[in-house]
């Protein structure tokens, strides 16, 4: 694969562009490839994988795919799982709309390496005081710093990924 700068003229445009749908095909068979392997069930990857590491992590089952509301069930709570990537670029806020019905939000933050850099368990209530009306939900200090907001080790889930 060519490594290049920013395009200076057409041809170069054309190159770089060709490159990127090699990337993206190799991509779309990596997670084809993990679709086979039972990791993901999707093309979301990282949602697919906050799913599959909340899953791990509660020690029960995703709900089928499509349930409204929430991924999974622990311990009677409904619980609705959001994960956001990172870059050096792109520091990632935005979770979205929360969908009904679900009781609290799991929320992962993961690096551009997919390792889990922070994690949040937050009961609906503080959602919704913190974003009224239904509004997107961010990460942000309204919902990281409410005393009913519990933090989770992120090295928890990280030796999920490592496989211990």
């Known amino acids: 694969m060519r490594h290049h700068s920013a395009p200076r003229d057409a041809r170069r445009l054309v190159d770089v562009l060709h490159d990127l749908a090699q990337c993206d095909r190799v991509r779309r068979g990596l997670i084809t490839e993990l679709r086979a392997a039972g990791y993901v069930r ?18 029960v089952p995703l709900a089928p795919p499509k349930t409204p509301g929430y991924d999974l069930v622990h311990e009677g709570r409904r619980v609705q799982v959001r994960a956001i ?44 005081q913190a974003f009224p009306n239904g509004r997107r939900v961010t990460w942000s200090r309204a919902v990281s710093d409410d005393r009913r907001t519990r933090r989770l080790p992120a090295d928890d889930f990280n030796r999920l ?3 211990g």
Do not use: H
């Open 161 to 163: 990924l490592a496989g």
């Open 42 to 59: 999707g093309r979301n990857l990282v949602a697919e994988l906050g799913e599959w590491l909340a899953a791990r992590y509660y020690g």
């Open 85 to 128: 990537r990172d870059t050096p670029e792109n520091p990632r806020s935005v979770l979205g709309a929360m969908k009904e019905p679900y009781d609290v939000l799991l929320a992962l933050r993961l690096d551009e390496d997919f390792q889990v850099t922070d994690a949040l368990e937050v009961p609906r209530l503080v959602l919704d």
